[in-house]
């Protein structure tokens, strides 16, 4: 099992900045690849971005240069920095844990884009 607390959202004018952060507790973070994803208003969840164990990483187009997801497995810890913020950008974003046979979510934390 994996507890996934996420944190770090508010509202933030169009080209702000936030930094989310994703706490997990309960198995062993290294063994996750984690990730954040995102849910519009009226549309489907979709990938922001992941990182591996190893740290590599994937970013969807629409955030590729302004995004940047981190882990820090010794404090079991994932970030994802967000600048260059678009009203687009609003939703509620959720943390991934996923390895082979599990996959876990946190409740989601809100961010607003809007002036």
């Known amino acids: 099992q994996v507890q996934l607390v996420e944190s770090g959202g508010g509202l933030v004018q169009p080209g702000g900045s936030l930094r989310l952060s994703c706490a997990a507790s309960?198995?062993?973070?290294?063994?996750?690849?984690m990730g954040w994803y995102r849910q519009a208003p009226g549309k489907k969840r979709e990938l922001v971005a992941i990182?591996?164990?190893?740290?590599?990483?994937n970013y969807a187009d629409s955030v590729k240069g302004r995004f940047t997801i981190s882990r820090d497995n010794a404090k079991n810890t994932v970030a994802l920095q967000m600048s260059s913020l678009k009203p687009a950008d609003t939703a509620i974003y959720y943390c991934?844990?996923?390895?082979?046979?599990?996959?876990?979510w946190g409740q989601g934390t809100h961010v607003t884009v809007s002036s």
């Open positions: 991934n844990a996923k390895k082979t046979g599990d996959e876990y």
């Open positions: 309960g198995s062993i973070f290294s063994f996750y690849v």
């Open positions: 990182i591996t164990s190893g740290g590599n990483t």
